[in-house]
T-cell receptor, first 110, second 113 residues
Framework: GDSVTQMEGPVTLSEEAFLTINCTYT??????LFWYVQYPGEGLQLLLK?????DKGSNKGFEATYRKETTSFHLEKGSVQVSDSAVYFC?????????FGKGTTLSVSS | EAGVAQSPRYKIIEKRQSVAFWCNPI?????LYWYQQILGQGPKLLIQ????????DSQLPKDRFSAERLKGVDSTLKIQPAKLEDSAVYLC???????????FGPGTRLTVT
């Protein structure tokens, strides 16, 4: 079945460092891809999405490009802030419910 | 616009007891989902409703879990009897009928002792 694999954490960075969180997927169809974020004590929030190959999703300085040839959707940010500390989930959906990766914890220190 | 509401936020029960969770989706959202998130893992779908009909319940442990969505709005998820491995956060999400974007509630954290 469809699945999502993302890099294990925790990822620990200093403020203003470059962030990459790797995500790859396996799917039989042509899914939409998502990054969700869960801040401490809060619910899951959609960070960005891409619905077809070569689409780039972006929000709050985060970006991810839907790469069909490498089945990847890596999350990047050029300069992280302490407020970005959270758990990040990569997910896919092929017209049904979301299938999530295990999540990557990001901790940013000042 | 009000978000997805869930209650209770926390629940502690002993194994073999029963428990129920409630979800109120965003107004007008036809699709409602229940997910189970075990510590250290991503959420996993338990059941998906479209209006008041079940679309997918293939991963719902039907011997102990049940869910309903009366009148296509609110939903309840019940566990009876609970097991230790049911300790998790139970998330409710909703989406407009024609959109992939799902909006999540704050979740109910269940601890089974």
């Amino acid at each position: 079945g469809d699945s999502v694999t993302q890099m294990e954490g925790p990822v620990t960075l200093s403020e203003e460092a470059f962030l990459t969180i790797n995500c790859t997927y396996t799917a039989t169809g042509y899914p939409s891809l998502f990054w969700y974020v869960q801040y401490p004590g809060e619910g899951l929030q959609l960070l960005l999405k891409a619905t077809k190959a070569d689409d780039k999703g972006s929000n709050k300085g985060f970006e991810a490009t839907y790469r069909k040839e490498t089945t990847s959707f890596h999350l990047e940010k050029g300069s992280v802030q302490v407020s970005d500390s959270a758990v990040y989930f990569c997910a896919l959906s092929d017209r049904t419910a979301l299938i999530f990766g295990k999540g990557t914890t990001l901790s940013v220190s000042s | 616009e009000a978000g997805v509401a869930q209650s209770p936020r926390y629940k502690i029960i002993e194994k073999r007891q029963s428990v129920a969770f409630w979800c109120n989706p965003i107004s007008g959202h036809a699709t409602l989902y229940w997910y189970q998130q075990i510590l250290g893992q991503g959420p996993k779908l338990l059941i998906q409703f479209q209006n008041n009909g079940v679309v997918d319940d293939s991963q719902l442990p039907k011997d102990r879990f049940s869910a309903e969505r009366l009148k296509g709005v609110d939903s309840t998820l019940k566990i009876q009897p609970a097991k230790l491995e049911d300790s998790a956060v139970y998330l409710c999400a909703s989406s407009p009928e024609t959109s992939y974007e799902q909006y999540f509630g704050p979740g109910t954290r269940l601890t089974v002792t």
